[in-house]
């Protein structure tokens, strides 16, 4: 019984500690019906190997997450107007991944056209701002092909970029009356 | 030049949940939901009635105790604690961020923000120095400083707000061929438009001039001493200590600073430094690494080399990335931080984020006088249907905030400074606030408390 409850209490400090950065990872990567499911499968895999768990898990509850969102996503392709207007871009190839509504169109086909892991390397980076340690931890992977992998996917999203857009520059004005 | 960080930051930038934290109460129920429907799958004894929702609950009481654990995992493996072995004992601090006016709430984003600054601010002790988050506020330093005095420069160094520096920019920066900009754009000199005129993100941003950490140390420390005046912000020379591409002092330094400092192939490493004396420099090298290891470079008084300013407000390129990049200036300050006043952030008369500030009667004086001499010096570069607007850049602890440009055709003799001025252009609402507040504080948009 004093294990059960040991146990309980180590399962909701990493429930409190990682729930919002899983949710964050889960949200900007599944529909929004879809996060509550994926965030309790999730977290009952890391109920089962609560015992294993290192001194990080976060990375690990990625990778679990990702497993999770994938097998949902198998079970029910979601796709919307973005997703078709770019699987025409890119030449007929449909892709699982919706681009958010916030990014360019150019760097949206960009990554479209990227692979699944190639792009998931990136969105660890950019979205979860995890170093490559611990995005090869979330993969699956040795850091040093997480790296490479890294490399690969820049190079073929700046080579994606045909024509980048000049961001507006700054300027200094006299105040308002 | 690399491109991880512009095509990192663009990526970000497209963030569609920037910040995860709970936003309401149905994201706390969606919580405690799936923390009972996990519960139960686990078959788990039954939970005990709660008045309040779990999280609500445990939340605080668990970032106190994330704090604590993390700190003394840290010390507990940070190499010989409070024992002083071979007289290398680690401190560890413990700060917990507080909301300020400015910030009223400490986010995922505010807090990345306020431990990347710090961690800026740090590498000029050297290596060694780690910042980690404990829990939703809590923030640890620990490295390789035993006496006190040492703690007092740490924490001041990590609680303190620093101050901001305005540049006129194209008179005061160099180009490799250790001229200024401004000397060059007449004769429309390729390095001298480029760093001028900027890229993609700018003047004064990356891809725009920029050079390595080492060959702006290595344009600077040639520059000739000037003589002390108050319009520069550092008296003294600054000391920096390279260790050579592929050198046993790099991996040295590369083992302990990890992965976010690894040098790119081929480049020095910076070892120590920027120092105010070579005991300094020398001081807390990396085990292993003596002085005779490193190449040692002196900038003069008169010379300071700036970071580039971030590609955005939520992508913070540290020192000892292989992407960052610096620019050398004369060290000739035109106004400094404490001579504008209340500076918030609003828009413009077209709805764009800006951030508007105001002077004091010494600032608005030298305002008004640089900013008439970057007009007149837009309108004279620019000729034969060439437009080269000119620069005034805003700085902070050694990294470019931004470099607004000003039009020489709305102000050609320019700006009235009485009604204050505006930085426009560039901003989304989040980077305006950023700004505001970095101008009004000098530095860390949290507050912060020594816990211990």
């Known amino acids: 019984m004093g294990r059960e409850v040991d146990r309980r209490g180590a399962f909701e400090e990493l429930f409190a500690t990682h729930y919002w950065a899983v949710r964050g990872y889960v949200q900007r990567r599944s529909p929004a019906e879809a996060v509550e499911d994926v965030m309790a499968e999730t977290f009952l895999v890391a109920w089962r190997r609560l015992d294993s768990l290192g001194d990080d898990p976060l990375p690990w509850l990625f990778g679990v997450a990702r497993r999770v969102m994938a097998n949902a996503q198998r079970a029910e392709r979601r796709r919307g107007a973005l997703a078709e207007r770019l699987r025409d871009l890119v030449g007929g190839q449909a892709s699982p991944w919706e681009p958010p509504a916030g990014m360019s169109d150019e760097l949206a086909v960009a990554m479209v056209k990227l692979s699944p892991q190639e792009r998931e390397a990136l969105l660890l980076v950019a979205w979860e701002g995890l170093d490559g340690a611990r995005a090869a931890r979330a993969v699956g992977c040795t850091p040093a092909a997480f790296r490479a992998r890294l490399h690969r996917a820049r190079r073929h999203v700046v080579a994606a970029l045909a024509d980048p857009a000049i961001a507006p520059e700054s300027s200094i004005a006299g105040g308002s009356p | ?452």
């Open chain 2, 1 to 452: 030049m690399t491109t991880e960080e512009r095509v990192i930051a663009e990526i970000a930038e497209a963030n569609p949940v920037p910040d995860a934290a709970p936003s309401s109460a149905q994201d706390r129920a969606e919580a405690e939901r799936v923390l009972q429907r996990v519960l139960a799958d686990a078959g788990s004894a039954p939970p005990p009635r709660r008045s309040r929702p779990l999280l609500g609950i445990l939340a605080p009481v668990l970032s106190l105790l994330v704090v604590v654990v993390v700190a003394a995992v840290i010390l507990r493996t940070g190499g010989s604690s409070t024992s002083g072995e071979r007289g290398t004992s680690r401190l560890s601090i413990t700060l917990r961020a507080e909301p300020t006016p400015q910030t009223p709430r400490i986010t995922k984003g505010a807090m990345s923000r306020e431990i990347a600054l710090m961690r800026r601010r740090l590498a000029t002790l050297g290596h060694g120095f780690t910042v980690q988050q404990a829990g939703a506020t809590g923030i640890v330093v620990t490295g390789p400083a035993s006496r006190d005095s040492e703690r007092a420069r740490v924490t001041r160094l990590v609680a303190v707000s620093a101050q901001l520096l305005f540049y006129d920019w194209e008179v005061n920066v160099l180009t490799p061929n250790g001229k200024t900009a401004a000397a060059q754009l007449a004769a429309q000199s390729r390095s001298a438009i480029s760093v001028s005129q900027g890229g993609r993100y700018g003047a004064g941003g990356l891809g725009a001039g920029g050079m390595s950490l080492y060959d702006a140390v290595k344009l600077a420390s040639k520059q000739a001493p000037l003589p002390l005046s108050e319009t520069q912000s550092r008296k003294g020379p600054s000391y920096y200590l390279f260790g050579a591409p592929g050198s046993a002092a790099c991996a040295a330094v590369a083992k302990i600073d990890g992965a976010a400092h690894q040098q790119s192939e081929g480049q020095h490493c910076l070892i120590n430094g920027p120092d105010s004396s070579l005991t300094d420099l020398y001081s807390g090298l990396p085990a292993g690494v003596t002085k005779a290891d490193g190449h040692m470079l002196r900038v003069p008084q008169g010379t300071v080399v700036l970071q580039a300013a971030n590609p955005s407000a939520s992508v913070q390129i540290q020192p000892g990335s292989p992407d960052a990049e610096f620019f050398v200036l004369r060290d000739h300050v035109a106004l400094f931080g404490s001579e504008i006043t209340n500076p918030l952030p609003s828009t413009d008369s077209t709805g764009q984020p800006d951030v508007q500030f105001g002077f004091n009667g010494k600032g608005q004086a030298a305002f008004e006088r640089v900013t008439k001499a970057v007009s007149h010096r837009g309108a004279n570069v620019s000729v034969a249907g060439a437009e080269f607007n000119q620069h005034f850049a805003v700085a902070l602890d050694g990294q470019l905030l931004t470099v607004p440009q000003i039009d020489f055709h709305q102000y050609p003799d320019g700006i009235i400074g009485a009604r204050g001025a505006d930085i426009t252009g560039g901003l989304n609402p989040q980077s305006a606030r950023d700004l505001a507040t970095e101008l009004r504080y000098g530095a860390l948009p949290l507050a912060v408390t020594v816990v211990r």
